[in-house]
């Protein structure tokens, strides 16, 4: 079975809003990440939501967005690890050996299906830990990984989320798979006029 846990418990206190919530071509940014990892094969999308998770769960359920299941972090504030810990305390206790488990955030609406297709089948076809998308300073999230790999993720603390343990494996074992558009998240106000839309513009949508 391929899992997508999708990262969506932060304040967006730079953003002065609720980042899951802002509009992007036609969509909100959480339901362009369930719609993504949905198309790119996970069989069950969770989403770890913390701040204004009532007002985001809402948000979901007019969208017709039932399918993924919604787990609260109480503990948001701690970090995105607190998060991280959160979604796979959700799956742990049904992994199976042969499953993936895809780790993303839902700032970053410029990953493409075809990176997290990557992802999947690079843990699902190859003797490797995990797959990691590929930054400057190092391996880092979107990231997939084996059931053997991905519990030792809850003993991460603190704003550091996977990229601690991936940096700290062996190179062989952590599949590097490139998205210079991985890194184009969405923290300002700035960020998101400076996004594409559809039609080839900006999208200014605030």
């Known amino acids: 079975m391929k899992i997508a846990i999708i990262l969506a418990a932060g304040g967006s206190t730079r953003l002065g809003q609720p980042k899951q919530l802002v509009p992007w071509i036609g969509r909100t940014l959480l339901q362009h990440s369930i719609e993504q990892v949905t198309e790119s094969g996970a ?34 504030r701690h970090g995105q690890s607190s998060s991280l810990a959160t979604g796979i305390a959700h799956v742990a206790g049904s992994l199976q050996p042969t499953d993936a488990v895809l780790v993303t955030v839902c700032d970053a609406p410029l990953i493409s299906i075809d ?31 084996s059931p053997e790999s991905i519990r030792n993720l809850t003993e991460l603390r603190g704003d550091v989320g996977a990229r601690r ?25 700035d960020d998101l006029k400076c996004l594409p839309s559809s039609d080839g513009g900006k999208s200014n949508q605030l």
Not at 63 to 76: K, P, R, T
Not at 119 to 142: I, M, Q, S, Y
């Open 115 to 145: 990176h997290y297709k990557r992802l999947f089948e690079a843990v699902t076809k190859k003797n490797v830990l995990a797959a990691a998308t590929r930054f400057p300073d190092g391996p880092g999230v979107p990231s997939c990984f």
């Open 165 to 189: 343990w991936l940096r700290a494996q062996a190179a062989d074992l952590i599949e590097m798979i490139s998205c210079p558009d991985a890194a184009r998240d969405v923290d300002t106000t």
């Open 43 to 76: 069989d069950r999308v969770v989403v770890v939501l913390g701040a204004c998770h009532q007002q985001i769960s809402e948000s979901l359920m007019k969208a017709g967005q039932n399918q993924a299941e919604i787990v609260i972090n109480d503990g948001w």
